[in-house]
């Protein structure tokens, strides 16, 4: 999918000329994975840019900093505030993703962290549908998910998401859309960029946070409609042989959304159509990403 270019990145205490952004080749993270992200997603009313759940975002990307002994000399108000200025400044009329990242910089040579400055910079640009509205045939991964005794899940580090990339590839060589990833123990643990839930019975599962997930905050806005739609959610360990067997899938993520599954492993899921279930969330999130239903 490739990126279109806006105006302006925000970089290290100023808003930059998009091709000036740059990075010296010998930065900390460029070798070792030394950073954090956040994905974040903006939608175009018609009027305005809404930004969804921005508070929640940043306040993930402050924790997955304090995870790996980061620090900024800016707040979450003055993140909020940098992020909406520069979508002003690039003056965005669709729906757009916002990309903010903290990475150690030119230093020192080592594994020592410390001796590397912690930079910042936020891009913002349009994005549609990243994976098919439609619905995407997926295949379990060879790859395993990280496990958080080795590397922390619960952050968005930029160097986990090599066992991403890998799983990504895999599944497009294969003539898949994407991956699913099993944990360490055997378990569904999630997408490459997306957590994942079934439908068992007319009963949502999702898989727990200790199957080396990453806390979504789509997944979490997708439990709470549910639960408020009168479904039952459950969060436990799902075994693979259930993909197979389930009513309904679905990943969310701040990319997909809530992106059906209608096959895995060259296995209809269901009837092989978006399910009741999966299309009566996709109705409300819709809505809600929008300002219209306020609760979430």
Known sequence: MPIEKTDYIWMDGEFVPWDEA??????????YGTGVFEG??????????????????????????????MSLPYSSKELIEIILTLLKKNRLRTSSYIRPIAFRGLGEFGLNP?????QCAIAAFPLGAYLKGEGVRVCTSTW???PDESMPSTAKTCGAYVTST????????????????LDSRGFLSEGSGENIFLVIDGVIYTTPIYASILQGITRKTVI???????????????????????????????????????????????????????????EILSKAVLGKIEKY
Request: net charge negative.
């Open 114 to 118: 410390f001796g590397s400055p912690v």
């Open 166 to 181: 890998l799983a990504k590839a895999e599944a497009s060589m294969r003539g898949f859309d994407e991956a699913i990833l």
């Open 144 to 146: 395993r998910r990280i």
């Open 224 to 282: 709470e409609i549910a639960e408020d739609e009168g479904f039952k959610v459950v969060e436990r360990d799902i075994l693979k042989s259930e993909l197979y067997t389930c009513e309904e899938a679905f990943f969310t993520g701040t990319a997909a959304e809530i992106t059906p599954i209608l096959e895995v492993d060259n296995r209809t899921v269901g009837d092989g159509s978006i399910g009741r279930i999966t299309s009566i969330l996709r």
């Open 22 to 31: 740059k990075i010296h080749v010998l930065s900390h993270a460029l070798h």
């Open 40 to 69: 974040i997603r903006a939608y175009w009313d018609g009027e305005n840019l809404l930004v969804f759940r921005l508070e929640d975002h940043v306040r993930r990307f402050l924790n997955s900093l304090k995870i790996h002994l």
